[in-house]
């Protein structure tokens, strides 16, 4: 019933006019939220629908068909007031989750300062507490805030002294629920914006502003674990947001594709025209697995940690994104850079999904971070033998490369009477295994060779992180798939078909990037990129003399 009502609310969405006029209409938003679209995952009892992870994936695949209208409803209850649900004292709830939940009052989260932007743990807002200790006195400015000139409630982020356990004056961040009448919050003008112009961006700013401290979100110096797992959260639904759209784009362009003619065949019937087509349905198969596996694990009890898997789903979603109105752009050809037509429109909202909710490059370094963090915890010990020449460890460890190198048949039990990937996926399946296993030996190889000065590697931290988002597009793929053909879903044969397809490229990419992981393999280039960047930055330009210039 719910989607039914808001697929009827979009149809008199214009997005072009929203687009142009840099703002969303207010009886847009009136009706936003007498569908109670502000409050999807509020619980019920505070006056929220109570929504499952699974269901708001759901409903963000419509509400992303227009994304000023997504950014607006993500920065409210995402990131603007999912603090209180997370980290929220019981009367903090009370008092400001209701009214939150029908939409009465906007939210905003503001961490993003002028001098800190990725590094969060830098900000420079300090909130002061007053000799009288009931209220802290914040000060400072946020930049780039989602709703800051809507919102009535704002989760801020502000350094604050606290006296640690050895009795020493330190500056930690805290977090604080802050209400505009409290008194000096202002916010600047909106931003003019490349894309997603509907939604309110602007700065905001604390002069003195007094806030009672029963308003201090979770615990005092705990601002920083607050802030990223508010953050780590909501990314797994932009994978359901960009299938939603890449849905709606892939049915306009095949429709212009199946009826403008060229060179007396319909664009359709050209290879390279299809190939694009498959790219955008491959992109949208794999995202949409992922976000919803997420949202499953997310949905399960225990409040688990799926912050990487959220991680993996943000950075590969936008980045389809990105990839794929290009290429349905390129279809159009002329017509789709007119704005006369939706896809320039379209490519300019999606450039920001790689930079909000975490840069692609930071998320990265985390994926990896983490994924290696977990791995060094269980081979600490073995690589601590090593080291020390334990003489039937190395023997093992030896023994064990030379049966890798002699092509050792790698099975995980994923295939097979107990395998749970059917058998028309079962080489999709067994590549997936072997790059698991792989990966398995290269990461100890790696963390042998740097230790913890892995941290500084960059470049291999992305390839460590590129490896583990194609692991888990490949596991969500196939789970998906495996799961369609067996309770029977309509045209699970083209699941079939988009599933190896995928697993194919992924597993190729991943035994190429796993070969730059060598330390003397001749297809890692790192040290003559880091060269070709030093001289270019040394000098602040590009440096080659012009193909005119002569010596004399």
């Given at each position: 019933m719910l989607l039914q009502s808001l697929l009827g609310c979009y149809i008199y969405v214009d997005s072009r006019k929203i687009d142009q006029e840099g703002e969303i209409p207010k009886e847009t938003l009136e009706k936003l939220k007498s569908l109670g679209l502000f409050g999807m995952q509020v619980p019920e009892e505070y006056g929220g629908l109570g929504l499952s992870n699974t269901m708001y994936a759901r409903l963000g695949e419509i509400t992303a068909l227009d994304a000023s209208i997504t950014v607006t409803l993500a920065a409210h209850q995402s990131i603007g007031l999912k603090g209180i649900i997370i980290a929220g004292s019981e009367e903090q709830k009370t008092k400001y989750l209701p009214r939150l939940a029908s939409g009465e009052h906007i939210a905003a989260f503001c961490l993003t300062e002028p001098a800190s932007g990725s590094d969060a743990a830098s900000i420079r807002t300090r909130a002061t507490l007053s000799e009288d200790k009931k209220h802290y006195i914040l000060n400072g400015s946020k930049i780039w805030i989602t709703n800051g000139g809507l919102a009535d409630i704002f989760t801020v982020f502000a350094k604050t002294q606290i006296v640690d356990s050895n009795n020493l004056i330190k500056d930690k961040i805290t977090a604080f629920i802050v209400e505009r009448n409290f008194g000096g919050v202002t916010n600047g003008k909106p931003e003019d914006k490349l894309g997603i112009r509907g939604s309110n961006t602007c700065e905001v700013h604390f002069e003195n502003t007094k806030v009672p401290v029963e308003n201090v979100l979770g615990e005092v110096g705990g601002g920083f674990k607050v802030a990223m797992n508010i953050l780590n959260?909501?990314?797994?639904?932009?994978?359901?947001?960009?299938?939603?759209?890449?849905?709606?784009?892939?049915?306009?362009?095949?429709?212009?594709?199946?009826?403008?003619?060229?060179?007396?065949?319909?664009?359709?019937?050209f290879g390279l025209i299809q190939e694009k087509f498959a790219l955008m349905a491959q992109k949208a198969y794999v995202m949409e697995s992922m976000a919803y596996l997420t949202a499953g694990l997310l949905d399960r009890p225990g409040l688990p940690d799926c912050s990487v898997e959220a991680a993996i789903v943000k950075v590969f979603s936008s980045e389809a994104a990105w990839q794929c109105v290009s290429e349905a752009l390129q279809i159009l050809g002329g017509l789709g850079y007119m704005r006369d037509y939706p896809y320039e429109r379209l490519l300019r909202d999606a450039r920001i999904l790689l930079i909000f909710e975490g840069t692609n490059e930071i998320l990265r370094m985390y994926i990896a971070l983490t994924g290696?963090?977990?791995?060094?915890?269980?081979?600490?010990?073995?690589?601590?033998?090593?080291?020390?020449?334990?003489?039937?460890?190395?023997?093992?460890?030896?023994?064990?490369?030379?049966?890798d190198s002699l092509s050792r048949t790698v099975d995980l039990g994923l295939t097979g009477k107990l395998g749970v990937v059917h058998p028309s996926l079962e080489d999709s399946a067994n590549k997936l295994e072997e790059n698991v296993y792989y990966f398995g030996r290269t990461v100890e190889t790696l963390l042998l060779r740097f230790g913890k000065?892995?941290?500084e590697e960059q470049m291999v931290m992305k390839r460590v992180a590129n490896i583990l988002i194609n692991l888990y597009s490949m596991t969500a793929v196939l789970s998906r798939a495996s799961r369609s053909i067996r309770i029977g879903l309509r045209n699970h044969d083209h699941e079939v078909l988009l599933a190896n397809i995928f697993c194919v490229e992924a597993y190729h990419q991943n035994l190429f990037t796993l070969s730059q992981l060598d330390k003397y393999s001749p297809e890692n280039l790192d040290e003559k990129i880091k060269k070709v960047a030093q001289q270019v930055l040394?000098?602040?330009?590009?440096?080659?003399?012009?193909?005119?210039?002569?010596?004399?």
């Open positions: 959260s909501g990314r797994f639904s932009m994978g359901s947001s960009v299938a939603g759209m890449l849905k709606k784009l892939i049915e306009m362009t095949a429709e212009y594709a199946c009826t403008r003619k060229q060179f007396n065949k319909n664009l359709s019937e290696l963090q977990h791995a060094g915890h269980i081979l600490t010990s073995r690589i601590n033998e090593i080291k020390r020449g334990n003489v039937s460890t190395i023997v093992e460890t030896v023994g064990r490369r030379l049966r000065t892995i941290v040394e000098k602040r330009t590009y440096i080659c003399a012009h193909p005119l210039d002569r010596t004399s």
